[in-house]
């Protein structure tokens, strides 16, 4: 097949006719995805092909992310080439599903720090730019230069004298907190998850990675696109 879409729910299939009469070829799969095996569709086998998703909430990307490295690493079954995830919902991670606590762990990070994180994270999407105005939009500058390194990210001081506070009065660091400063908080958080992702996908795909704004925040505030690559062909 052509396209291969994976569904958790039924959906009505309409647009399915219009694919199949532009000539393509359409399998539609309807399986949880912490049970999916790519190794395991027919219509892959034998194939080099290229996965997308717009908006998996939470641990379904990771759910996704091992699928994909599972399938990386067989490549005797099917050939993954590349892929884009756009992430979303970081408040819906959840720790044991996680694909990369160790790299959370050796950065002072625990379950607990991790699950304020996913909390906080959704203040990356309550407050818009509009509303904030001009502070709003130089965290967003100083955003795109933190995102070339999120090591240096997950060291900042400001995070971890949050996190060190955090566990047992959480409201009493928070409490203080203006807006603008939230939002800035909170897509450090999502940096900081999708960055322990990226190194996930790296370690266990060989897939080089970079994240992307795909499109403007004034669109959608959960505009961030994980793209893998063969490291000959750079992710861009």
Known sequence: CDVVLVDFSVFRHKRDRL???????????????????????????ERKFIAMSKHLCGKATDY?????????KDNSISSLVGFAIATCCHHRC??????????????????????????????ATTYSEDELGNGAREIEVEDEHKNQNHNKISNSNEMKESSSQKADHPSVVTR?????????????????????????????????????????????????????????????
Not at 224 to 233: E, S, T, Y
Request: with cysteine; charged share 35%.
């Open 64 to 72: 996704a992310l091992r699928a994909l490295a599972r399938c990386r």
């Open 176 to 236: 203080s907190w203006d807006n603008t400063k939230r939002l800035s908080i909170g897509r450090w958080c999502k940096r900081i998850l999708d960055g322990a992702r990226e190194d996930y996908i790296q370690r266990t795909t060989g897939l080089t990675t970079r994240i992307l704004h795909y499109v403007k925040k004034n669109v959608t505030a959960e505009n961030r696109l994980i793209v893998a690559a063969p490291a000959d062909k750079r992710a861009t």
């Open 94 to 123: 959840d720790w044991e599903t996680f694909v990369n606590r160790e790299w959370l762990l050796k950065r002072g990070i625990s379950k607990k720090e991790f699950t304020l994180m996913c909390q906080w994270s959704s203040w």
């Open 19 to 45: 694919v199949r009469k532009s000539g393509s070829c359409v399998d539609r799969v309807r399986i949880d995805l912490r049970h999916f095996k790519i190794e395991g569709l027919e219509s892959l086998k």
